[in-house]
């Protein structure tokens, strides 16, 4: 598809309006009570909203259509406007109103690696910068480049399984295969991914691993990057192929200066990957847990020592109490979801269960699992119901080891309460666990007020700073982008800023590559 016949509601929400979800009455009335809400006005329709004036050189054109071919250089508004930004709430709250600070000049959409090679090369010599656009789902500003005269490059016609090697549990995917898609040509040869992240429905496999991604079975499976045998990056300067074995003592590991890169040192067109077979048994079950403390107790003793679940999702008490269970039907306590993938699952489960029991966890069954399944990717629907009910909603993310674990949680909570009016509602669970520490995801429901775009960006500021000082990273799976660049910077370090400087330059000459993205 070009993104002409896309749906025209979609470019200004998470989903499209016929998969919309109502809140339930009793959140309706809940964040009535608790925060001033702003109607919200009819959102500008596509062919109105106003972008900056595209006026692309006409030599890059005419070498672009040369290299990709006319019909896959595409210039229309709708198409500029669909590729102009992410989708975080700032993004969408932009899009309703209709006015789009910056977009691309032009969408290029190579069909192959050699094609994408040949758009770089132009670009560079021409220094035209460049965006490079996968499902668009960041969240962190990623596909948005500071410059305001840019191209971007849609990478949708790299959409194939490239090669399946049953014996190695390997598969070669391009970079701008859809999840779903993926795991639909997997499961015709018997396997799956297992990344089954947030973003699954519209997020590709190249923006995986470009942004270092987290499913939400990371716990059985692994993250995104640990997936990752080889890959093959397109630099303005040529080809890079990385990874050749399962694992190798052959200098460092040049795969990870490109997993999490974020298309600032070149184009990712394919990924090796682990796969799995599909797994014979699932089995997902709740647990109660007395406080957020001693769930997070009763989850390390299982990550550090066994069995190892698929997926361990422990919500705050909060969050326990407004989302996990039905806005303000729950009796208390944190809500702990368990899921077991794969082989004898329920001996597994009853194993665990021994351990979580020994921890004072309350058994809730199989159904609080079953719903979480069911309901895994509701969140960014339900945002976009927040948004038309004029509440603001948004999230943020980090990781911490456990030593330091609970005082991020509380810093965090605190720090956004403190930058933001009362009535404020922030939810927060662990959902990415690992021997030494997991991952905390906060998600945030406040009033808009006059300016909710500024609100979110003063509050945002507060609780990265937060995380800095508690210790924890400023990302653990979304990426840098724009908006954490300057708190990443602090982070790894003047000298290794000065390396990531010297590696874009050497790669990237002309610094066309997502200019802003990342790199301070």
Known sequence: MNGEGEDADRWNRWGSASEAQPLPDSASELLAQLLELTPTPPAVPLPEVAMPVAEPDGAVLTALRAAVGTDHVLTSPAIRARHATGLSTPDLLRRRRGVLHRAPQAVVRPADHAEVLAVLDICSQHRVPVAPFGGGTSVVGGVTPTATAHLTIDLGRLDRILAVDAVSRTATLQAGLPTPRAAELLAEHGFTLGHVPQSYEYATIGGFAATRSCGQASTG???????????????????????????????????????????????ITDVTVRVRPIPAQTHYEGWRFESFAAGLHAVRRLAQEGPRATVLRLSDEVETLIGATGWGQSDGGCLLVV???????????????????????????????????????????????????????????TAAYWSRLPEVHERVRAAILGA?????????????????????????????????????????????????????????????????????????????????????????????????????
Do not use: M
């Not at 899921?339 to 159904?367: N, S």
């Not at 945002?383 to 948004?394: I, K, N, P, S, V």
């Not at 030494?436 to 775009?453: E, H, N, W």
């Open 221 to 267: 499976y692994g993250r995104f990057d640990e997936l990752v045998t080889e890959l093959t990056v397109a630099t303005p300067r040529g080809t890079i192929r990385v990874g050749r074995a399962p694992a190798s003592a052959a200098g460092p590991d040049l795969r990870q200066l490109f997993l999490g890169s974020e298309g600032t040192l070149g184009v």
């Open 339 to 397: 899921g077991y993938e794969g082989e004898q699952v329920h001996a597994t489960a009853e194993t665990a269960a021994a351990v979580l029991a020994a921890q004072d966890g309350q058994p809730l069954g199989a159904e609080p699992g079953r719903q979480w399944q069911r309901h895994r990717f509701d969140a960014p629907y339900l945002r976009d119901a927040l948004l038309d009910a004029g509440a603001f909603a948004e999230t943020l993310e």
């Open 420 to 520: 933001l009016p009362e009535g404020t509602l922030v939810l927060a669970h662990v959902s990415h666990v690992y021997e030494t520490g997991a991952s905390l995801y906060f998600t945030v429901i406040c009033s808009p007020g006059s300016d909710p775009i500024d609100r979110w960006r003063t509050a945002k500021a507060a609780a990265s700073d937060a995380i800095a000082r508690a210790g924890g990273t400023i990302t653990h799976h979304h990426g840098v982008g724009t908006d954490h660049r300057d708190w990443y910077a602090t982070e790894i370090g003047e000298l290794a800023v000065d390396l990531l400087r010297t590696v874009k330059r050497q790669l990237d000459p002309a610094g066309i590559l997502n200019p802003g993205i990342l790199v301070p």
